[in-house]
């Protein structure tokens, strides 16, 4: 996100955590008294939010130093320090709060996507996160997932066609589903990929006959059956020429996550990136 996309964010951060004032260091802090904090990490895992704390800091505090000692995307571990910042001590006691919950949030899903991306980068297959995201934060969350070196799906609705199961069936099966989508693009001038969930493999067989989709999302597959559904997909782009994305989604964890790289697919989404990680520890104490 840029400086000015972020800012909406923070003012509305900071008016939910100050609101009229921080009473607590208003009450025993002098406001001339300067001073330095630094991120202390306390967990191992991948570092995330940095360039958002940067924004948080100048938003906040104009006048306060920034000091970076590490990036987005490094390899941490407990005992490192990511940065310090320098400057009023009644500023710093008030960003420490919401910088680091951004952080923590964005260095969990990080660490988390590392995790699952390490186990197949061998196989040229990428993991991906999905629209299962807290509100407000989607950006953030979705960056999170590039710094810990996964790929992104769509960032929304409106930036990519997906037609999943309910759209397949309330419109009336694959192929007037697909068509539907291929015609609403031609009308409105819309360079959007389509992709379609199948269910097994006669959907799988008749997305591919329609010529239209740019990827195929097989859904619930075990294993075997994702090793035939590409196969199938490979003999069409054979026939065909046309390139066809494949990706599993359904169920997929960290312990089965190879199993599904090495039928291979192109993706994997895993909702659990951005829905079920681990916020990474961290603070910001005072240096003396």
Known sequence: M???????????????????GDHTSL?????????????????????????????????????????????DG????????????????LSLLQIERTMLNIMQLMSGIATTTYCYQSLIADTGCYVLDT???????????????RIGGGRN?????????????????????????????????????LNLKIEIETRNFDELREALATGIPDRV???????????????IVREYEQQTGKKVETESSGGITIDTIRDYALAGVDFISVGALTHSFKALDMSFKAVK
């Open 217 to 231: 999302m097989l859904d619930n597959y075990t294993p075997e059956a994702t090793r035939e559904a590409v196969r």
């Open 27 to 71: 009450c025993c802090i002098p406001k001339d008294l300067q001073g330095c904090q630094q991120v202390l990490i306390k967990a191992e895992g991948i570092l995330a939010g940095v360039e958002v704390a940067k924004e948080v800091v100048r938003y906040f505090d104009p006048d306060l130093r920034f000091e970076q000692i590490l990036h």
């Open 131 to 145: 629209r299962k995201t807290t509100p407000g934060l989607r950006y953030l969350e979705k960056e999170a997932v």
């Open 74 to 89: 490094d390899a941490i571990t407990k005992g490192d320090i990511a940065f310090r910042v320098y400057g009023s001590e």
């Open 2 to 20: 840029t400086s000015e996309e972020l800012r909406p964010l923070i003012k509305l951060w900071f008016s939910e955590d100050i609101r009229e």
């Open 153 to 189: 799906h769509r960032i929304g609705l409106f930036d990519m066609i997906l037609l999943k199961d309910n759209h397949v069936d309330f419109a009336g099966g694959i192929t007037a589903a697909l068509t539907g989508a291929q015609r609403y693009c031609r009308e409105k001038n």
